[in-house]
T-cell receptor, first 115, second 107 residues
Framework: KAGVTQTPRYLIKTRGQQVTLSCSPISGHRSVSWYQQTPGQGLQFLFEYFSETQRNKGNFPGRFSGRQFSNSRSEMNVSTLELGDSALYLC??????????????FGEGSWLTVV | KNEVEQSPQNLTAQEGEFITINCSYS?????LHWLQQHPGGGIVSLFMLSSGKKKHGRLIATINIQEKHSSLHITASHPRDSAVYICAPYNNNDMRFGAGTRLTVKP
């Protein structure tokens, strides 16, 4: 069966713009979580959605937001982009809630460069 | 002090060697993931464990909840094992990550 699909894979944006990233989980998975990876900070948890509800949010400013649709697909949005938002954004899906005894499956990520 | 400490940061081994990567964390957890990241970014979850030991092929993961410590072992290492290995403790709907161990296995 198809894995976790993220689009777009690569994008370049200008400071001040906004960006929307998309994640299609593995069929049947109800949990989608998002992570940011940078050389300086490493991997950091952004948020998790389960059955269209945000279960938890990491320590990121309100410019970072997300949502999950009824088909479990998820989007994350970053508004008013800053140079420091340049990162690899990873999405992961699992059958049940993240960490609750469920294996998580990662997408290939979306590489965002802010110039 | 970081909540999740991994050691070593970098590790170079010869093919066939036994590898150990360590992870210590400072808070109580309900589970811990070991992740593998290859160049290019893709991440694979190797193990999720909440107690004891798990084995998958040449990989073994152990965890001691009381001591807040987990180890990942690779037996008979191979160049294709070259990757970054990341431990990720999980508790209260929050997942934290170690800085990763960059493993290079030379033929």
């Amino acid at each position: 069966k198809a894995g976790v699909t993220q689009t777009p894979r690569y994008l370049i944006k200008t400071r001040g713009q906004q960006v929307t990233l998309s994640c299609s989980p593995i069929s049947g998975h109800r949990s989608v979580s998002w992570y940011q990876q940078t050389p300086g900070q490493g991997l950091q948890f952004l948020f998790e959605y389960f059955s269209e509800t945000q279960r938890n949010k990491g320590n990121f400013p309100g410019r970072f937001s997300g949502r999950q649709f009824s088909n479990s697909r998820s989007e994350m949005n970053v508004s008013t982009l800053e140079l420091g938002d340049s990162a690899l954004y990873l999405c992961a899906s699992s059958l049940g809630a993240q960490g609750a005894g469920n294996t998580i499956y990662f997408g290939e990520g979306s590489w965002l460069t802010v110039v | 002090k970081n909540e999740v400490e991994q050691s070593p940061q970098n590790l170079t081994a010869q093919e066939g060697e036994f590898i150990t990567i360590n992870c210590s964390y400072s808070v109580g957890i309900s589970a811990l993931h070991w992740l593998q990241q290859h160049p290019g970014g893709g991440i694979v979850s190797l193990f999720m464990l909440s107690s004891g030991k798990k084995k998958h092929g040449r990989l073994i993961a152990t965890i001691n909840i009381q001591e807040k410590h987990s180890s990942l072992h690779i037996t008979a290492s191979h160049p294709r094992d070259s990757a970054v290995y990341i431990c990720a403790p999980y508790n209260n709907n929050d997942m934290r990550f170690g800085a990763g161990t960059r493993l290079t296995v030379k033929p």
